[in-house]
Structure formats: structure tokens, C-alpha cells
């Protein structure tokens, strides 16, 4: 039974937390505040002193089917770019956690944050340079082909994409890497004893166990992808117009900072949403444990029909 907190443990405990929730008030909840108060405003208060209060700036939206198209379109980005992230970002978490030891990680691992280091305007401006017509890639591809290649990859969705992936890539790449770092030698041992396959450990063992570690780096790459508005607006083009982009353009090009901040609220709540619908997925089947009986028993070798031996020291089931 928890025992309960003493005093002197209940200050210092509020002496160590309150830093990081005063940082929060000041840098989220302020901000925020003042945004969902300009949402709801006619005009800027320096700009016209006597306005008031309106539903309209939100009511732009329901009444304009063009945001509605746009952020159908944002959203539509965020799941192909996580998606990507994943099918790159897993592989690559798995090998540097189960495979490769020694130096040769903590290189590759550096390869992994390089992405980080530079600015995001020299890193999107250096994907501009890479995929422009006549650009590093073309001119490479013409080295090694026999014939001219024209990819007219640049001002299209797929350069969008991939300069999104790999802003975004290390987020999947570190967190899958840490949940399959903290899975036991031992359980996977103990399943190749019992001659599991190697894709019977990856999909029964490796990654049920790993599953919060992946999933919490899809959403750190899904919600600040939805409303990015550098990488549409240098790499995109004219196909780069997305919802962030208009947001971007009402605070300032428009200068339409109402609207703007409904229209980013807006966004907020469709991407709360979209979590709390995916919620069951991102807890993952805890009541489970990630194995069921016959996952277990399949692991094992044995038919999922047949009861488990009981251990009689532990009174359980065992593989």
C-alpha cells in the first residue's frame, strides 16, 4: 500500500515540479489563451479599439469549402509521411537496437540526429537544391544512366514528402530504438530455444513489446506535419498550398490574425480528435498483455488448443 506523502516530502516535490509547470503556463497556456481570445475578435485590438466579440472567423470556415478541402489535404499528408517514417524509421530502429554493437551504433546514431543540427530553412533549401531540374540528383542519375532523366521532382507532393520525412524521421527512428532497447535478451533467447522463426519473433514478440515506443513516434511526426507550412511553401510550389500555409498567410501576408487563430484552433481540435479516435490503437490491448493465449502457445511451437503446462512452483501458465 502507497503510503502517504509527508509534509516535507509534498514541498519539495511541489519545489521540483513547480519550475516545469511554470514554464508550461508561460510558454503553452499563455499564448494559447491569447490565440483562442484573437479568435474571437472582429479585428486586432490596437487596430480598432471599440470591436467586439464574433462566431465569425470560425463560421468562414463551415461557410468556405476550401478550408475544409485543405485540411483534408493536410491530414492526408500527415498519414502518408508518418506512414513512410515508419517503414523507414522501424527497420532502421531494429537493426541499430538487436544488431549492431560497439562503434559502429554510436556513428550510425549520429547519422540518425544529423538531421537536427542544421537549421530547417538550410535543410529544406538544401532538398531544394538536391531535387530542382538539373539539380545534384538529376546530374548524378545522368552520370550513371546513358540518357538524359528528367524527374521534375521539385514544386510537386512527393518533394513535399520527402523533405517532411527526413525532418521527421529521427523522432520514429529514437523512440522505436529505446522501447526495443528495453526489451529483455532473455525473452528472445528464451523463444529461439523453443525454435521460433526469426519473423515469428519480430511479429509475436519484438514488435507487440515495442508497440508504445513506434506509435508515440508516429505522433510526434503526425501533429506537427499536419500543419506544417515551410517545407509546402519552398518545396511544394504551387501544389504546396495546405492548411498551415493559409494559416501562415493570415498572420502574415492577410494579417488577418482572428481568422488565423480560429483556423488554428480548428486544426488543434481536428488533430485532438483524430488521437482520441486512435486512442484504443495507441494504448495498444493492454488488458492483453500484447499476447494472447494463443500467441503464446504459438511461440512455443505448441497447438493453441492444448492447455499450458502449470508450473507448480509459480501456480502459472508457462511457455
Not at 470556415?61 to 500527415?78: D, E, I
Amino acid at each position: 500500500m502507497a503510503q502517504p506523502t509527508a509534509p516535507l516530502d509534498r514541498r519539495r516535490l511541489f519545489a521540483l515540479l513547480s519550475p516545469a509547470y511554470l514554464w508550461l503556463l508561460v510558454a503553452v497556456f499563455l499564448p494559447l489563451s491569447a490565440m483562442l481570445f484573437f479568435s474571437f475578435l472582429t479585428d486586432l485590438p490596437h487596430d480598432a479599439p471599440g470591436l467586439g466579440g464574433t462566431l465569425g472567423n470560425y463560421n468562414q470556415f463551415l461557410m468556405n469549402p476550401t478550408y475544409s478541402t485543405l485540411l483534408w489535404k493536410s491530414l492526408k499528408l500527415g498519414f502518408t509521411v508518418t506512414l513512410v517514417c515508419i517503414l523507414i524509421g522501424y527497420p532502421c530502429a531494429l537493426v541499430l537496437a538487436r544488431t549492431i554493437k560497439g562503434r559502429v551504433r554510436e556513428t550510425l546514431f549520429l547519422l540518425v540526429i544529423l538531421p537536427f543540427w542544421p537549421n530547417s530553412l538550410v535543410r529544406i533549401f538544401s532538398w531544394a537544391i538536391v531535387l530542382r531540374g538539373n539539380g545534384v540528383l538529376e546530374r548524378g542519375l545522368e552520370f550513371i544512366m546513358p540518357f538524359d532523366i528528367q524527374l521534375n521532382l521539385m514544386f510537386t507532393t512527393e518533394a513535399v514528402v520527402i523533405g517532411l520525412v527526413h525532418s521527421f524521421l529521427p523522432y520514429v527512428i529514437l523512440t522505436s530504438y529505446l522501447a526495443l532497447q528495453a526489451i529483455d535478451d532473455d525473452i528472445v533467447d528464451a523463444a529461439r530455444s523453443m525454435s521460433a522463426s526469426r519473423m515469428t519473433i519480430l511479429w509475436r514478440l519484438l514488435l507487440p513489446l515495442s508497440l508504445p515506443g513506434l506509435l508515440a513516434g508516429a505522433v510526434l511526426v503526425f501533429v506537427p506535419v499536419v500543419g506544417s507550412f515551410m517545407e509546402p511553401r519552398i518545396l511544394g510550389g504551387r501544389m504546396g498550398t495546405y492548411f498551415g500555409t493559409v494559416i501562415e498567410d493570415q498572420f502574415v501576408a492577410v494579417y488577418n490574425w482572428p481568422l488565423g487563430a480560429a483556423l488554428s484552433f480548428i486544426l488543434l481540435a481536428v488533430v485532438l480528435l483524430v488521437l482520441a479516435l486512435s486512442s484504443p490503437i495507441l494504448k495498444g490491448p493492454e488488458h492483453e498483455g500484447f499476447r494472447s493465449f494463443a500467441d503464446r502457445s504459438l511461440l512455443a511451437g505448441a497447438d493453441p488448443r492444448v492447455p499450458l503446462r502449470a508450473d507448480p512452483c509459480y501456480g502459472d501458465d508457462v511457455l
